[in-house]
């Protein structure tokens, strides 16, 4: 009933930049949190950083480098990504809280995207 579709993964060299971008579609009613986490090879996945209609908030590692953004017109969650670092490696997931009409009444849920490959080599 409700799709995230995430893009603009890829390779980087140390120091460049990349865009994610993650659309959500389906029968939305609302959308409340949207945010980006990631997992690297071994490890559990993270929050990266997360956006709601009073702010932004991310991980102490991304702070300073990574900046979320959203487009509620186009129901779209986007991650600038600048001076990254192998350490960011991972693949990345889209994220949202989202109110959904069913036909017959109202769903609230959590949804993920199928997520991204980013890596960060030389």
């Known amino acids: 009933q409700v799709q995230l579709v995430e893009s603009g993964g890829g390779l980087v060299h140390p120091g460049g930049s990349l865009r994610l971008s993650c659309a959500a579609s389906g029968s939305i009613v609302s959308i409340y949190t949207m945010g980006w986490y990631r997992q690297a090879p071994g490890k559990q996945r993270e929050l990266v950083a997360d956006?709601?209609?009073?702010?932004?908030n991310y991980a102490d590692s991304v702070k300073g480098r990574f900046t979320i953004s959203r487009d509620n017109a186009k129901n779209t969650v986007y991650l600038q990504m600048n001076s990254l670092k192998p350490e960011d490696t991972a693949v990345y997931y889209c994220?949202?809280?989202?109110?959904?009409?069913?036909?017959?009444?109202?769903?609230?849920?959590?949804?993920w995207g199928q997520g991204t490959q980013v890596t960060v080599s030389s």
């Open positions: 994220n949202a809280d989202i109110r959904t009409w069913t036909g017959t009444d109202w769903r609230r849920g959590n949804y």
């Open positions: 956006i709601t209609s009073i702010g932004t």
